[in-house]
Each structure stands twice: as structure tokens, then as C-alpha cells.
């Protein structure tokens, strides 16, 4: 099991930033993905950015070059830095970790993330 924890929503004007923590815990190895998912009212979840197997990322095209995801593998913690943010950006935030090419095996709680125009 994985236990994933986020931390750092918040409520946040066009045009600003914020970071997001996703903190590992549990049988982190041999993980294939991690990363960031969103879900907005009445809107299906949706990648955001995650990392890969070997060391590769996606994107949603929606979010290049203003998200960056990154990792600090000594805290076995995993960040999204938001910039330049939109209202559309608001959602709940959650990060998510799988062991396979396809699907998300572990789930965190989510964060909200609100954007005001």
C-alpha cells in the first residue's frame, strides 16, 4: 500500500501562484507514475502532470509552461509548482501513484485549488 498525503490548496487571484506538497508513504518502490490529478464541478478527472518510469513527465497542455512538477526522492515527496494560475485552474487537486503504464492505483484526498477572476 501507499498512503499520499497533499498539502498547499488555497484560495488564490488570476494571475498568482502556489506550490503543492504530495508526501509518499508506505511501498513507494517500483512505482511506474506519480503525480497530479484535478477534478472541476461537473467535470470528469483529468491529469495534470505527473513523472514516469525512466524518468520522463506529461503534461496536460493546458498547464505547460505555467505548472512544473517536481520531486525531492529524499522526502519521498512529489510537488506541483503552479504559476500564472486561471479560474479555469480551480478543482480539487489530488495526487495519485500507480504501478503500471495505464491507471492510478493510490489516491490521496485531495486539495482545493480556487482561482478568482
Known amino acids: 500500500q501507499v498512503q499520499l498525503v497533499e498539502s498547499g490548496g488555497g484560495l488564490v487571484q488570476a494571475g498568482g501562484s502556489l506550490r503543492l506538497s504530495c508526501a509518499a508513504s508506505?511501498?513507494?518502490?517500483?512505482?511506474?507514475?506519480m503525480g497530479w490529478y484535478r477534478q472541476a464541478p461537473g467535470k470528469q478527472r483529468e491529469l495534470v502532470a505527473r513523472?514516469?518510469?525512466?524518468?520522463?513527465?506529461n503534461y496536460a497542455e493546458s498547464v505547460k509552461g505555467r505548472f512544473t512538477i517536481s520531486r525531492d526522492n529524499a522526502k519521498n515527496t512529489v510537488y506541483l509548482q503552479m504559476n500564472s494560475l486561471k479560474p479555469e485552474d480551480t478543482a480539487v487537486y489530488y495526487c495519485?501513484?500507480?504501478?503500471?503504464?495505464?491507471?492510478?492505483?493510490?489516491w490521496g484526498q485531495g486539495t482545493q485549488v480556487t482561482v478568482s477572476s
Open positions: 508506505g511501498s513507494i518502490f517500483r512505482l511506474y507514475a
Open positions: 495519485a501513484a500507480g504501478r503500471a503504464a495505464v491507471g492510478m492505483n493510490y
Open positions: 513523472f514516469i518510469s525512466g524518468g520522463g513527465t
